[in-house]
């Protein structure tokens, strides 16, 4: 492939720097449009969603020892939050036939230690949900859905997020909404929010967030389709930097304006962005059902597909990669544990015509794969 097209793809334009730059009151319409959406009025907006696993857990009181129950396969800063918030993360195993928390498998850890389960739908995949809340109430335990992945997602015509005790749902750079960061708390009951308030500690006030404005004026051209293969490794070098050094801020700082107005422009048209990439999803199952093996999907759910996960072998991974071709991995999994290299992700921000044309591709390189 002459090219090298984006994994990731922020979708700021030019014209949306004016709305991102001196949009009023952003905050508080940003506020008003999620609890429309949701239709629900306990929603707390913070600095991350690793940020919001913290508070949730403190508003518990967790004492030493008590126990969370997560999927192995999981970003490692979920683990971090929930020691941050003085608990011990559990490591349940994940479904065969996709990237969600295994019920049985979570059952069996049941303790009386354990304090609450999360619950990610992974890649916005939804997990069965169905099955965990009634885990959680019959075993006196709180859930919270991990929603990171998985804005707009649907379980039975409802959104998830409104089915447990709490969910988390983040406005980061390689998110659904794919803004320059923040995230929201979804909570059911209005005295676990007035409680979470009072534990939320007074966050340092930010400086003038100048490395967020020269993110977010320069995405329009280094995420071109055209001219990323100039810029591909600078970013990538430049990501994995990022995460490290912001780390410590996303649990402790609190959220810039420039997020706010990014992630508020962004979100208005969410629906019509995720309408786009759930399309593109349905090229790929389509053009791809007779190379690669897909996730299982719950039926009567509709995912909100981040990317689009495919099982298949490293070798195939590595081939696709070194022609550059845009696939790629999370680092995700287990601390100490070999990462599962049996899946990969595919890009869904693109137009039907680019899908098709990865797609093609994809079949063409694995075809001269097996002829050597």
């Not at 750079?173 to 929010?193: A, E, Q, W």
Request: net charge positive.
């Amino acid at each position: 492939m002459l090219f090298k097209l984006p994994f990731y793809n922020q979708k700021i334009k030019i014209g949306d720097l004016p709305n991102c730059l001196f949009v009023g009151w952003a905050k508080e319409k940003l506020l008003k449009f999620l609890q429309n959406y949701f239709g629900n009025e306990n929603i707390l907006i913070l600095k991350s969603g690793r940020q919001g696993v913290k508070v949730i857990l403190e508003s518990l009181d967790l004492k030493k020892g008590d126990e969370v129950i997560i999927p192995s396969f999981i970003c490692p800063v979920l683990i971090d939050a929930i020691q941050r918030a003085g608990g011990k993360p559990i490591f349940s195993e994940i479904e065969k036939q996709g990237f969600n928390l295994e019920i049985e498998a979570a059952k069996k850890l049941i303790s009386p230690r354990t304090r609450a389960i999360i619950l990610p739908h992974l890649f916005g995949i939804p997990a069965k949900l169905d099955e965990f809340v009634k885990l959680a109430k019959e075993s006196n335990l709180i859930l919270i859905e991990d929603c990171a992945h998985a804005l707009g997602a649907k379980y039975r015509g409802r959104l998830v997020g409104t089915f447990a005790d709490f969910a988390i749902f983040t406005f980061g750079f390689s998110k659904n909404v794919g803004g320059l960061g923040g995230g929201f708390i979804l909570l059911k009951n209005r005295p676990d929010m007035e409680k979470i308030k009072k534990n939320i500690s007074q966050n340092r006030k930010r400086s003038f967030p100048l490395k967020q404005y020269l993110e977010l004026f320069l995405a329009p051209l280094v995420f071109n389709k055209y001219l990323y293969f100039l810029f591909a490794n600078l970013v990538e070098r430049y990501g994995k930097l990022r995460q490290r050094r912001e780390s410590e801020w996303e649990f402790s700082d609190s959220l810039s304006s420039l997020e706010v107005k990014v992630a508020l422009q962004k979100i208005r048209r969410y629906e019509k962005d995720k309408e786009k990439r759930n399309k593109a999803a349905i090229i790929y199952q389509r053009e791809l059902k007779e190379t690669f093996r897909f996730p299982e999907i719950i039926p009567n759910t509709q995912p909100a597909y981040l990317f689009f996960p495919v099982f298949a072998q490293n070798d195939v991974f590595e081939t696709l990669k070194k022609n550059n071709l845009p696939v790629q991995r999370v680092e995700f999994g287990k601390p100490g544990e070999r990462l599962p290299d049996n899946y990969f992700l595919l890009p869904l921000d693109y137009s039907a015509r680019d899908i098709e044309r990865i797609c093609r591709l994809i079949k063409k390189e694995l075809s001269k794969k097996e002829k050597v």
